[in-house]
């Protein structure tokens, strides 16, 4: 299965910044998927990130919040913008490599104070 | 649309006892259908699968059959350890490749006691 190194682990940032998320695949993969997982919650995806194309978004979630870059078929970028303090979460990264397979990165727990 | 439902938790079980996390689904199509854990400040592990109707995906003692008729996942072990305790996410995908992503439930949490 693919291994996925997701960074940063965790962070503390302020009400109003932006951070950006990056996920780095130890194999080429079409698609790389982003979710949310809020406190006690479940996992919400955010988009789908196809190489070469503008990713798709789930409703509740835009472009102009969570942009996504996908450069190549080994990396992802989500960036969580003008952040607020409803968006302390854990976002993490996803790919499915073979029929029925999925991988998850490790995870950033994000705190907006 | 399609969706994934579990039992709600938290579920405490004492050392050694059977476990059961119901799980069912609703879907369009034929998806495959997916057992997930997340170990207290860890990361989501696959821990079983099943691709079609009557599969049982197994590991590490768990069990769970897919049901096309009851439309459900339920996730079983015979005797559960401490070292279980952890949320468990069942989870289906809407599609028969890689191309789409995981659809989950809330997710159960369990407790195991000595």
């Known amino acids: 299965s693919a291994v996925i190194s997701q960074k940063p682990s965790r962070d503390i940032c302020q009400r109003g910044t932006s951070l950006t998320i990056q996920c780095q695949v130890d194999s080429q993969v079409t698609m790389m998927f982003w979710y949310r997982q809020q406190p006690g919650q479940s996992l919400t995806l955010i988009a789908t990130a196809n190489q070469g194309s503008e990713a798709t978004y789930e409703s509740g979630f835009v472009i102009d919040k969570f942009p996504i870059s996908r450069p190549n078929l080994t990396f992802s970028t989500l960036t969580v913008s003008n952040m607020s303090p409803e968006d302390s979460s854990i976002y993490l990264c996803?790919?499915?490599?073979?029929?029925?397979?999925?991988?998850f990165g490790s995870g950033t727990r994000l705190t907006v104070v | 649309g399609d969706s994934v439902t579990q039992m709600e938790g938290p579920v405490t079980l004492s050392e050694e006892a059977f476990l059961t996390i119901n799980c069912t689904y609703t879907?369009?199509?034929?998806?495959?259908l997916f057992w997930y854990v997340q170990y207290p400040g860890e990361g989501l592990q696959l821990l079983l699968k099943?691709?079609?109707?009557?599969d049982k995906g197994s590991n590490k003692g768990f069990e769970a059959t897919y049901r096309k008729e009851t439309t459900s996942f339920h996730l079983e072990k015979g005797s559960v350890q401490v070292s279980d305790s952890a949320v468990y996410f069942c989870?289906?995908?809407?599609?028969?490749?890689?191309?789409?992503?995981?659809?989950f439930g809330k997710g159960t949490s369990l407790l195991v006691t000595p």
């Open positions: 996803s790919v499915g490599l073979s029929n029925y397979g999925y991988t």
């Open positions: 099943a691709t079609k109707a009557d």
């Open positions: 879907a369009t199509g034929y998806p495959s």
């Open positions: 989870a289906q995908s809407a599609g028969s490749n890689s191309g789409y992503a995981l659809n």
